[in-house]
């Protein structure tokens, strides 16, 4: 009789510990590299038309989109540090891609483990050091390729054939299958694409063949309204792009029969190109259009492979339980001011898209255009919707409250921004503040020393400071303010502040 009460007390405790554990929400973070939000449906513009993106537009008709989002430093490392620690570069120490992440210091995955939760990461790592913190991890060494890629999976090298972000998902999905089913579940399922250089899966290479996708009214900007800076630049699509991201050379290591299809897609197009000898604006066109349609063909598998997550989760009944956010580390340039690539804190690479959906907790089609939110708030929000403890020193807060519709009233008005890899595809360390309407960037390095403010309301492609218009002298010393008092709060070091905390590229 006491051997029957001691398994009835046991089976009890492990129902309990089961229910408990269910009523966890499990939390799914899908998050890619070089994402804009021109390229998401979800947030309208040009490109909505001709290439939709049905399955992550679903997280914002069953959830929420937010439209001031932004990053505390539009570079890909640093700002999966900052989603990982919940804290600026300067206090997580990755400053610059060409830093090694420190495993041993504080990460959300580290404390959701403590809370109980099983901990995976499975795609694009990019901090150099071994993935700490998660109970299984399969990521891509650097930059990874598009085509075969290799996870390093738990510290062996794996070797997948395949279309790296199909194999992301598969592998995904199959830890979902294997993980433990009586416990809450944390997953980051990373993308490379739509990170250049930009090979399309076989099945999109026709995808926009036929279209002529339209320009940025910005594409042959001149940068004469801004600070020297902008002028500076080495990431310009008509002569920065190089013959690998242009497709005229292949990245990637195929199988023979992947070669066979991809080549000869692009090899007579490519020659073609050649024999034209365009120069000119026609050629910084051909440029445009022959990288604008690879990104986006990139972006078309991203889109599918979302689909399949979701409908893993419908599925297998995990929908309802389970918080889904989507996100990248930063925005990109899609032919705006006539770059590609990211890094200025200027609007197309500063904002990054994100969007949620928490069944039951967030009301579905909503749209957040008022609350500045930024990927430092990441790691306290896994923290709250897991229940986990809060460590105390997170400078990012929950999103929690905003994703049910109720924003504190202590919330942000203003976000500060610090780019520091000096020289990087010929951007200058710069750093600055927004309220969203205006903004104020600061370019301290003695090769430029200078400042620029915007008025996006006024002017939101960003084609003309006004920081030594009259006009703005009191804007201007407001946000001069703001800046050294977010400095003051994020305890941003001296040498930072006056530019010497940079690395040179």
Known sequence: ?????????????TLISMARGAERPNILFIFCDDHATQAISAYGGPLAELAPTPNIDRLAAEGILFRKAYVTNSICGPSRAV??????????????????????????PKLLQQAGYQTAIVGKWHLKSAPTGFDHYEVLKGQGQYYNPMLITNGENVTHEGYTTDVITDNSIKWLEQRDPDKPFFLMSQHKAPHGRWEPALRHLEFLEDVEVPEPSTLFDDYSGRSVAASQHAMGIADHMGDNRLMLKYSSKFTPEQFEVFDGFFRPKNEEFLAANLTGKERTQWHYQRYIKNYLRCVKAVDENVGRLLAYLDENDLTDNTIVIYSSDQGFYLGEHGWFDKRWMYEESFRTPLLARWPGQIEPGSVNDQDIVSNLDFAATFLEVAGAPDPGDLQGPSLVPILKGNTPKDWRKTHYYH??????????????VTDGRYKLIRFPEEEIDDWELFDLERDPNEMESVYHNPEMAEVRERMTKELELLQDQYEVPADDRQGKGGKKK
């Open 1 to 13: 009789m006491n051997k029957l009460a001691l398994l009835a007390g046991i089976l009890l405790a």
């Open 83 to 108: 989603v990982l620690t919940g804290k600026y570069s300067h206090l997580n120490g990755f400053r610059s891609n060409g830093d090694t992440f420190d495993g041993s210091q504080q990460t959300a």
């Open 419 to 432: 780019y520091y890899e000096s020289g990087g595809h010929g951007v200058a360390l710069h750093f600055g």
